[in-house]
């Protein structure tokens, strides 16, 4: 999702492929623009928002999930001011113009109440924040924040920043360091002759007009260096950083270096930005990320030199932001066997390192017959050899939702994940797995001659975690509503109704939303008006349901429109 043209320049020139069709399948209501096309194994999608903004964001957000109910991985991309002070980073974190934004979550910093003195405070309750990430994009970032994780994410963003750079030419070429200067926060803005200006001289904190719209060079706010802050990093050293953090959003665009450091002190937020929120609250329950690149330090001396730099960074972090990823559903045939699952990540690797996809590696996979269906030992073995091979690097498969995974294969490949961790034979092939804790799987990763694993438990057992999933699942019923009454043209009373069906009979924390095409029709309305309908549409089947979606008696033609259950 971009809100700004140049932003979306950048990654429409990160396609491989593009598609041109007229309708690409969009929802009647759908008011959104998209560009289509591939990245490596990716199918993209983008979005053009119409402006900048919450409202904008949150719109088209509505409108891509009701027309691409399969999205995998939702990325808000661009440019964004930097908080280089009062965040309390470390030196060797220093962020300079340029350097990329990776979201670890999401601060609506002007959400609050307007006290007499022009006191602001900020709303703070669990009910007024924005939710925390989802297991998926949890996952991801565990996987870039390890060591090795963030030297190749650094690698690989400079590599297409490259790449960016010679596609795009002079929009996207790096300013320099010279032009990357961090003023103090009470240094502003303005003419500071008072000969030249009787409004700027008037008082300390007055700017006129023509101040606004003229460059540093122009005023010479670069004259006296006392007000220049001292940046610690090399300055040979010009390749973009990328940063974990906090990022703010909001409905103004941040020009006050005094603001932007007590929120950054406050919230502990090292970007600024007005998209995140609105996404964030459409998108909550999938995995979203915002990638941005500093192009200002959100203070009154922000101008656009660094912009189409910043926006080719962007564009280079987000397409980097690739990992060997599969997640299971039961839903779908070709996602709940463990053969799709180390088929997809051998796909990853030699589309990522396409020198893993060697001569003889390309002669093997063609010239064996086993190869037209393979067994979970073949692809196993294959990705063993893939790991040893000395271009391999670190590699960090995660693995989402092995509890939808056919019974079968998942005891199979936890058996390999247990030989490997006890092996030790590849100690650079790693894996992240999540799956709901039933006790099945429990046992299947549990041998007594083995040290505990790296186990972590998100409980959502107490009162104040029910409560937040159970937020967030009802936010996620609404949305789903919406998209659907636009695809079946359901007018606002008839999504009311079913709106009103789906919250009523959602029990506590265990409220799994599971709402079946076939049961979205007018009949749904007639007996839930007449007050004969006391069951969900998920439950008008007649089908058994359990706690784990995997073991529902549902068939085929009940597939769902909806599912959702906490992971924990």
């Given amino acids: ?18 598609w041109h069709s007229p309708s690409l399948g969009k929802a009647p209501s759908d008011s959104n623009t998209y560009s289509v096309g591939s990245i490596g194994p990716h199918r993209v999608v983008v979005v053009h928002m119409p402006g900048m903004g919450k409202v904008a964001a949150a719109t088209a ?54 006290f007499p003195g022009n006191r602001f ?8 924040n924005l939710s925390r990430l989802s297991f998926e994009a949890n996952a991801l970032l565990a996987k870039l924040q390890t060591g090795q994780g963030r030297k190749e994410l650094q690698h690989s963003v400079c590599q297409h920043l490259g790449a960016l750079q010679q596609r795009l030419g002079d929009v996207a070429a790096y300013p320099g360091r010279k032009e990357d200067r961090v003023y103090k926060p009470e240094y502003l803005h303005k003419h500071h002759d008072p000969l030249e200006c009787a409004a700027c001289a008037g008082d300390v904190d007055a700017v006129c007009d023509e101040a606004v719209e003229k460059s540093c060079q122009a005023l010479g706010c670069a004259q006296h260096e006392s007000n220049l802050i001292s940046r610690s ?83 280079a972090t987000a397409r980097a932001l690739t990992t060997c990823y599969f997640f299971f559903k039961d839903d779908f045939e070709d996602q709940k066997s463990v053969t799709s699952a180390i088929s997809c990540i051998l796909h990853q690797l030699f589309t990522q390192k396409p020198v893993l996809f060697s001569a003889g590696m390309r002669g093997q996979l063609g010239g064996d017959r086993k190869w037209r269906n393979p067994s979970v030992g073949d692809l196993w073995d294959t990705l063993l050899r ?6 391999a690097g670190e590699i960090v498969c995660v693995i989402d939702a092995l509890d939808e995974c056919e019974s079968e294969g998942r005891s199979e490949l936890a058996r390999r994940l247990l030989d490997l961790y006890r092996t030790k034979k590849t100690p650079n092939l790693r894996f992240l797995v999540t799956s709901r804790p039933f006790g099945s799987i429990r046992r299947e990763f549990q041998l007594p001659d083995m040290a505990e694993l790296g186990v972590v438990h998100l409980s959502g057992e107490s009162e104040a975690e029910v409560e937040q999933i159970s937020r967030e699942i009802d936010i996620f019923i609404r949305a789903r509503v919406a998209g659907i009454g636009g695809r079946l043209n359901l007018d606002q009373d008839e999504q009311e109704l079913l709106l009103h069906g789906l919250l009523r009979h959602t029990p506590g924390h265990l409220r799994a939303a599971r709402i079946g095409r076939r049961s979205i029709r007018q009949d749904s309305f007639q007996e839930l008006q007449s007050g004969r309908g006391q069951e969900t549409p998920s439950d008008r089947c007649g089908c058994r349901k359990t706690v784990d979606p995997s073991r529902d008696e549902c068939g085929p033609d009940h597939a769902p429109v909806a599912s959702v259950l906490p992971r924990a």
């Fill in 61 to 114: 957000a509505a409108n891509l999930r009701a027309s691409f109910q399969g999205l995998k991985l939702i990325l808000l991309v661009g440019i964004c001011g930097g908080a280089p002070l009062g965040s309390g980073k470390a030196a060797a974190a220093e962020l300079l113009l340029g350097d990329a934004v990776v979201s670890t979550g999401v601060v609506q910093y002007d959400l609050g109440r307007r």
């Fill in 233 to 315: 990093r090399a300055e040979h050293l010009s390749e973009p950083v990328v940063h974990f953090g906090l990022v703010a959003s909001g409905d103004t665009v941040m020009r006050s270096g005094r603001d932007r450091d007590e929120i950054a002190t406050r919230d502990g937020v090292i970007a600024f930005e007005m998209e995140g929120a609105g996404m964030w609250e459409i998108m909550r329950a999938s995995a979203c990320l915002i990638v941005k690149s500093v192009c200002d330090y959100a203070d009154s001396h922000k101008n656009k030199k660094w912009q189409g730099y910043a926006a080719a960074t962007a564009a």
């Fill in 121 to 128: 405070v900020r709303k703070d309750t669990p009910h007024d």
């Fill in 386 to 391: 893939v790991a040893e091979d000395q271009n």
């Fill in 1 to 18: 999702m971009c809100a700004l043209p140049i932003e979306a320049t950048a990654i429409n020139a990160l396609l491989e492929v593009k």
